[in-house]
């Protein structure tokens, strides 16, 4: 049975950082690519970054690229997001997710997600 849950959320300051971490069991990343999305109620999920099941190589929304860094321990099976430099406008609930396959393929299975908001 495929199980992640994400945790570090909280509340912080424009500018600050914070580590998200996504706890998985029942899968290995070798298995599927895995992710991270965002959601802001109302609106579409967002798709944060990807980490490929074939070569590890990590794909990155826009947004994001230059301040958001995925990493993987995969002895732990556990996926982090260290996130810097945050801005309002990254305020979403964040969620682990696997794929069907690789990058382009759909999401799988996800967590409950942890809430990150950022305001001063």
């Known amino acids: 049975e495929v199980q992640l849950v994400e945790s570090g959320g909280g509340l912080v300051q424009p500018g600050g950082s914070l580590r998200l971490s996504c706890a998985a069991s029942g899968f290995t990343f070798e298995d599927y690519a895995i992710g991270w999305f965002r959601q802001v109620p109302g609106r579409s999920r967002e798709a944060v970054s990807c980490m490929s099941n074939s070569d590890g190589s990590v794909y990155y929304l826009d947004a994001v690229k230059g301040r958001f860094t995925a990493s993987s321990d995969n002895a732990k099976n556990t996926l982090y997001l260290q996130m810097n430099r945050l801005k309002p406008e990254d305020t979403a609930r964040y969620y682990c997710?696997?794929?069907?396959?690789?990058?382009?393929?759909?999401?799988?299975?996800w967590g409950q997600g942890t809430q990150v908001t950022v305001s001063s």
């Open positions: 997710t696997t794929y069907y396959s690789g990058c382009e393929s759909p999401y799988h299975d």
